[in-house]
């Protein structure tokens, strides 16, 4: 059983291993271009955005804000955009808005990375599968070769020194596709914690003014009742007079 298994694998080859693990490089190549694209057309000065954000907001201009946020094509801008759809019902309203769109960015840019960390993680067990399989077939090689000195016959050494190659060939294959796969994973999960950072100070920056407009209306409201009082107190001593 185990010897028709070692065939089967030897009769195989490393060749259908190569191939494969070329198909996933190309795969995890156009993966990483696209996510760069789309990190790199979303990108924009978050401290500036920031900072008219607060100035429109302080103003009172809800309108101007939003304009603001639409003509930036950050995640961060249409997260705080659908806060502000729903400023007018308070804050609790728009940090519920924020917190279910800021779910639906996170989707759009960790879309496909987990392709790159799994293969990341298995492309090297992938092309040890193919050292495996040249070791076997350099066995089988040696044992014949053995044989063969045996029975007085000449075996060329050329068989198995092949063998061992492809197997080296396969992974270092292996290695070469799971590196720039971690790599490339890595750096954008760097990028999409960083843009959610931002996005959580950018949606503070609302709350703060919608959380803000509640509190200045009950210190008006505390102040209103003592200048009446004032007021009443006065009047009798007018009269009086």
Known sequence: MIERIASAMVGAGTLWV??????????????????????????????????????????????GARKRLEESRSAEAAVVIAGLVEAERGA????E??????????????????FLGTLGNNAP?????????G???AFQNLSKS??????????APEAVMASI???????AVGLIVAIPAVAAYNAFQRVVKSKLANTDALGHV????????????????RKAPTSLRAVKTSEPEEGTN
């Open 18 to 63: 190569l191939v494969l693990m070329l198909v996933l490089s190309v795969i995890s190549l156009a993966i990483m271009l696209e996510r760069a694209w789309l990190f790199w057309s979303i990108r924009d000065d978050i401290d500036g955005l920031m900072r008219d954000l607060a100035a429109r907001l302080r103003a009172g201009d809800l309108e």
């Open 146 to 155: 053995n044989a063969s000195v045996g029975t007085g016959s000449a075996f």
């Open 97 to 114: 808005a924020m917190a279910g769109a800021t779910s639906l960015q996170r989707l759009k840019l960790e879309r496909r990375l987990a």
């Open 125 to 133: 067990f992938i092309g040890l599968l193919g050292t495996v399989i």
């Open 206 to 221: 609302l709350l703060a003014d919608l959380k803000a407009k509640p509190m200045a209306s009950k210190v008006i409201e």
């Open 92 to 95: 609790a309203a728009a940090e």
């Open 165 to 171: 190659a492809e197997a080296l060939v396969a992974t």
């Open 135 to 137: 070791i076997v077939g």
